[in-house]
């Protein structure tokens, strides 16, 4: 397993992660260090072992095969009557797919599966649990048209700024209105 600085910024769950940290010169000889990963439903608490001049935090593969979501993250350094956030990031979780295959698992964002719900209704194909998809509170079913219509282009384009930043991310977006010449004849 590749030793870490940091948690990365996504994992699949059930997978096995192991991460050192350096020690903030403030630290004393009794310091506690402590990585704090939160998200909406709850979170969990992971204690760095001390060694020398590092702390090395370990999340073994059971205790990240229930944290599918999107987790903040905070390592704190903790002594008799001080404590401190030395460092802090984001940490996506992927659900893993092996296994739900048999189950029908929609892998799709939650973000494609509304676009897809107001794309139906709008059409007049949408099933009941399409038609249950709620938004602030209300169902699509008791929108008017011209509502899905206005949240389905909002939706859209949220979407198409998530891919674009998700492809400038990765390099695969080279930008845009590059003019390229062709000389004929």
């Known amino acids: 397993m590749k030793k870490l600085s940091a948690p990365p910024t996504q994992i699949t769950a059930g997978d096995s992660l192991e991460w050192e940290y350096p020690l903030p010169e403030m630290?004393?000889?009794?310091?506690?260090?402590?990585?704090?990963?939160?998200?909406?439903?709850?979170?969990?608490?992971?204690?760095?072992?001390?060694?020398?001049d590092v702390a090395t935090f370990t999340l073994d593969s059971?205790?990240?095969?229930?944290?599918?979501?999107?987790?903040?993250w905070q390592i704190s350094a903790?002594?008799?009557?001080?404590?401190?956030?030395?460092?802090?990031?984001?940490?996506?979780?992927?659900?893993?797919?092996?296994?739900?295959?048999?189950?029908?698992?929609?892998?799709?964002?939650?973000?494609?599966?509304?676009?897809?719900?107001l794309q139906a209704s709008i059409a007049g194909r949408?099933?009941?649990?399409?038609?249950?998809m709620s938004f602030?509170?209300?169902?699509?079913?008791?929108?008017?048209q011209l509502e899905q219509l206005d949240l389905l282009d909002r939706l859209e384009k949220r979407r198409?700024?998530?891919?674009?930043?998700a492809d400038r991310a990765s390099g695969r977006h080279k930008g845009v209105g590059r003019l390229i010449k062709v000389e004929f004849g």
Request: hydrophobic share 50%; charged share 20%.
């Open 136 to 144: 602030d509170n209300l169902a699509i079913k008791n929108m008017s």
């Open 160 to 165: 198409a700024a998530e891919q674009l930043a």
């Open 78 to 117: 903790q002594s008799s009557g001080w404590s401190a956030a030395v460092a802090g990031g984001r940490m996506v979780v992927a659900a893993d797919l092996f296994g739900k295959v048999a189950t029908g698992h929609d892998g799709r964002s939650w973000l494609d599966r509304a676009i897809e719900a």
């Open 27 to 52: 630290a004393a000889a009794d310091v506690a260090m402590k990585c704090a990963f939160v998200c909406p439903t709850g979170g969990l608490t992971v204690e760095g072992v001390v060694a020398g």
């Open 126 to 132: 949408a099933d009941k649990v399409q038609l249950e």
């Open 62 to 72: 059971t205790a990240t095969a229930t944290m599918a979501g999107e987790y903040r």
